[in-house]
């Protein structure tokens, strides 16, 4: 087959022409999706930035403070209703609160000089705590004074003079509750003379071990305060102890009722060092007296356990059934009495804490600071 050599005639074939027009509509293509894609990418890119737009341009404008504070007087609005407590299964529907925070009780200041720490009903003598004697001393004497219902057996026995009416009222009550009248009272108050022959004829006849087991050092007795009274009962010619007698169970039971206690007991001998005493009672005031009783403690424990009340810490209760607690927070009951400790403070006077209105009394311990009793209802 003869073909004609190239060039002579059109040829509709033009292979290069239509190749270059291929070119061109491949290029315009390949522009057209890169812009589309472009597109598609912008458009793309323009939802996502508006999904994550920050949520903060949200929040509508607030108002001013200025502009929504009500003018004084005016009733401010109310606010939104608390969120709903979180519940757990531990929640006990009996539970109140937490307890309201202590505060500091109503008080005034009585302010005591310092050498008053050796005055008082309360104040502890034995061979570590001599007694300070005062410059007067007032007492009665019970031969003249005294109801007609127990003994003497000398006539110059007498009684610190505050404590006589007491000590006194107890044994006509005796005497009534017993149809008793065989009460003896061998001693009162007595001078620093009067104990130093006394402890020296002891020593004398027993000797010193033996006499320092039942006679104070002179200037270390109780009986210096008149606040000690020794008593037995005087009966079918002799001397018995309350224990040994019948009726005198009525002032062991009672006595405390009246302030007095039993000093030296069996018990606290290794801690008084005196020998047990039956007729050896001590006045301190009813509470007192009831409280060492019930608590079998002898006065020097007490006296360590009241130490550790104090005004602004804890009070010492003792209720009118004669039951003790502690003061809860200031809630105090109606009749009763509080008892706590003042530590002496530096210098010649203390200030003591009481209550407003209150019937109280504050007596020395003869050691380091005071004790306040206070009256309730
Ligand atoms: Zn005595």
Not at 130 to 148: H, R
Not at 275 to 281: D, K, L, Q, R, V
Not at 300 to 313: D, P, Q, V
Request: aromatic fraction near 12%; glycine fraction near 6%; include cysteine.
């Amino acid at each position: 087959m003869n073909y004609n050599s190239p060039g002579h005639r059109p040829n509709p074939y033009n292979t290069q022409a239509t190749y270059r027009q291929k070119r061109t509509s491949s290029i315009t293509g390949a522009l057209l999706c890169a812009i589309l894609f472009l597109v598609v990418i912008l458009v793309a890119l323009i939802v996502i930035a508006a999904r994550n737009k920050n949520p903060i341009d949200d929040v509508p404008d607030i108002p001013s403070v200025t502009d929504s504070t009500p003018a004084s007087g005016e009733d401010l609005p109310a606010l939104p209703p608390p969120a709903d407590p979180i519940m757990t299964e531990t929640y006990d529907p009996a539970f109140i609160g937490p307890p309201a925070p202590i505060t500091e009780p109503d008080s005034v200041i009585v302010t005591v000089s310092n050498s008053d720490i050796h005055t008082g009903n309360l104040i502890l003598i034995n061979k570590d705590h001599p007694y300070v004697f005062p410059d007067e001393q007032p007492q009665t004497t019970l031969y003249g004074n005294k109801s007609p219902v127990y003994q003497l057996s000398t006539i110059s026995i007498s009684l610190n003079k505050s404590l006589f009416p007491i000590f006194d009222g107890m044994l006509v009550d005796f005497s009534k509750a017993t149809g008793c009248n065989k009460v003896l009272v061998t001693s009162g108050y007595r001078s620093y003379d009067f104990q130093k022959d006394l402890y020296e004829s002891r020593v004398k006849s027993q000797g010193e071990e033996k006499a320092s087991l039942y006679v104070a050092l002179p200037g270390n007795s109780e009986h210096h305060a008149g606040l000690a009274i020794d008593m037995v009962i005087f009966a079918d010619g002799r001397q018995y102890y309350f224990p040994e007698y019948e009726d005198a169970a009525w002032i062991i039971e009672n006595a405390p009722e009246y302030g007095f206690f039993l000093r030296y007991t069996e018990k606290a001998q290794e801690i008084t060092g005196c020998a047990p005493e039956p007729w050896h009672y001590r006045y301190v005031g009813a509470p007192h007296a009831r409280l060492i009783t019930d608590m079998d403690r002898c006065f020097e424990e007490y006296h360590e356990y009241l130490r550790t009340f104090t005004w602004a810490e804890d009070r010492l209760l003792v209720l009118s059934d004669g039951t003790t607690e502690t003061t809860d927070g200031f809630h105090l009951p109606d009749a009763g009495y509080m008892i706590y400790y003042v530590p002496s403070a530096e210098g010649d006077t203390t200030d003591i804490p009481v209550p407003p209105e209150s019937q109280y009394e504050i007596s020395g311990d003869n050691d380091a600071g005071f004790i306040v009793t206070v009256k309730l209802g």
